[in-house]
Structure formats: structure tokens, C-alpha cells
């Protein structure tokens, strides 16, 4: 039962990241989701710059390890997950290009999501 825990941990993990990343682009269709999406890029951006581990990670381990496993050893879906949140010669300044390519790519959604909205506030006005 651990190990099934801790995958649904990383598969979670995982979700979290790619909503971090990618969420904005959910946002141009659904603009009230960044009341959501915009404390995970801090979230994810303070995580990834400052070097902290995310408090899912040991989590995750401390079940691996009560289910009798090491960290990090497991199912076929905790192998696959695992490789895209803590790929080899993941170091510090990686990391830190990662957060600030995360925190970029938000900001060029965000401030696409801005211009378009004046863009039609304006040609509205002109109406």
C-alpha cells in the first residue's frame, strides 16, 4: 500500500510541475484558474531558485521507505515520473535556469493574457 502511496505522491508531483509550466496556457482559456496557477509558479519558482526540496518529495520517500523500499526504487510509473522531476546532473545551476525559464515562460502567457485584454477593452471603447 506505501508504494502505491508514494506513486500517487509522484504522479501528483508531476501534475503540479506541468500546471506550474504550462498552466497559463489553460489560463488564456479559463482566466479564473490563476487564482490557482499563480501561487504555483511562486510556488515552483521559489522552490526551484532558492534551492529549497519541495515538501512532496520527502514525503514520498518517507513512504517508499516505510513499504520497505529505497527512495527512489519502485514501480514502472515512479521510474518514468521520477526521471522528468529529478533528471541526471540535475545540479544548482541548472536549477536555477529551470526557474527562471519557468517563471519567463508564465510571464510571456501573462503578459500575452494582458495586451489581448486591453487589445479588446480598447477596440471596444472605439465602438
Not at 15 to 37: D, K, N, S
Not at 49 to 75: D, K, V
Amino acid at each position: 500500500m506505501h508504494h502505491i502511496i508514494a506513486d500517487t505522491i509522484v504522479m501528483l508531483h508531476v501534475a503540479f510541475v506541468a500546471f506550474v509550466v504550462l498552466g497559463g496556457l489553460l489560463v488564456l482559456h479559463y482566466p479564473r484558474l490563476a487564482w490557482f496557477h499563480v501561487p504555483a509558479v511562486i510556488w515552483g519558482g521559489y522552490v526551484e531558485l532558492s534551492g529549497t526540496i519541495c515538501p512532496l518529495t520527502p514525503l514520498e520517500n518517507r513512504f517508499r521507505l516505510q513499504g520497505g523500499e529505497a527512495g527512489y526504487q519502485g514501480s514502472f510509473i515512479s521510474h518514468m515520473l521520477e526521471s522528468l522531476l529529478y533528471p541526471p546532473g540535475l545540479n544548482r545551476q541548472t536549477q536555477m535556469m529551470l526557474g527562471v525559464l519557468v517563471l519567463a515562460i508564465n510571464l510571456m502567457i501573462y503578459g500575452w493574457m494582458l495586451y489581448r485584454n486591453h487589445r479588446a477593452r480598447r477596440a471596444q471603447k472605439h465602438r
